[in-house]
């Protein structure tokens, strides 16, 4: 059986993706932070449809954990598949927050750079010997780095979403020699728990953000999951290097 390994799955786009990975007859080893209870949730999810999935806890800002959570999968790996390797890794974990330019703090500024941009690069790191040849990664970036999703008060996200684009590049060029496929997905607005939940909090964004979009509508967590489970399935198998917008026609 292939496994992936999904981080911040708990919830959202990660918790639609491990889902959606599972359903295509893959292990799932997906990750949360505080969130236990929901990927509890998303195990139960995948095991109601006959997958095998673990759930274990990550913090993808605290870069001197990563080896001990090597260890955590090479354990589950053998426990639960008999394998000594897995074959999708998909970079989902993070979080967001509006701040203008001028009001943005240097905590902040260092907050996103640990979770967006050095988490996933050392935690892919930290888990490439593990990764099988002709495997796939997939990092979750956001249209807030395109120019079809800029918007005033994410300078800060949006400048380590653009960097965990071009790292794509740079993994999908390093890595092709063991056939290893990388590429990266921008969603637009999308309905998630992303910034304390601001959708729930902020209901009445969500029409302006309907009409920006040419089909009407925020986005959902499949919309992006399934494009997640396609890319990193034998469907995706010739393509690489891309950063593929998932956004209904954002400000098309």
Do not use: C
């Amino acid at each position: 059986m292939r496994v992936a390994i999904v981080t911040g799955a708990s919830s959202g786009i990660g918790q639609s993706a491990a889902i959606q990975i599972a359903k295509r007859g893959v292990g799932v080893v997906l990750t949360y932070g505080r969130n236990q209870e929901g990927a509890r949730d998303t195990v139960a999810a995948i095991e109601k449809e006959g997958g095998s999935a673990v759930a274990l806890p990550l913090d993808v800002g605290r870069s001197e954990t990563f080896p001990a959570f090597r260890d955590s999968i090479e354990a589950v790996l053998r426990d639960t598949w008999q394998r000594d390797t897995f074959d999708i890794l998909v970079n989902n974990a993070g979080f967001g927050q509006m701040a203008m330019f001028e009001e943005t703090t240097e905590e902040l500024f260092d907050r996103f750079m640990r979770v967006l941009l050095k988490g996933p690069y050392f935690l892919t790191q930290t888990l490439l010997p593990l990764l099988a040849d002709g495997g796939a990664v997939v990092n979750v970036t956001s249209n807030a780095a395109l120019h079809s999703g800029l918007e005033p008060g994410y300078s800060a996200y949006a400048s380590m979403k653009g960097g965990l684009t071009v790292l794509t590049r740079y993994m999908a060029k390093e890595f092709s020699p063991r056939g290893i496929r990388v590429n990266s997905i921008a969603p637009g607005a999308t309905r998630t728990r992303l910034a304390d939940n601001a959708f729930e909090r902020y209901p009445e964004v969500i029409p302006a953000l309907a009409a920006k979009t040419a089909f009407g509508r925020v986005g959902e967590p499949d919309d992006i999951g399934m494009v997640i489970a396609t890319l990193v399935s034998d469907e995706g198998r010739w393509i690489t290097a891309q950063d593929i917008e998932v956004a209904g026609g954002f400000n098309l």
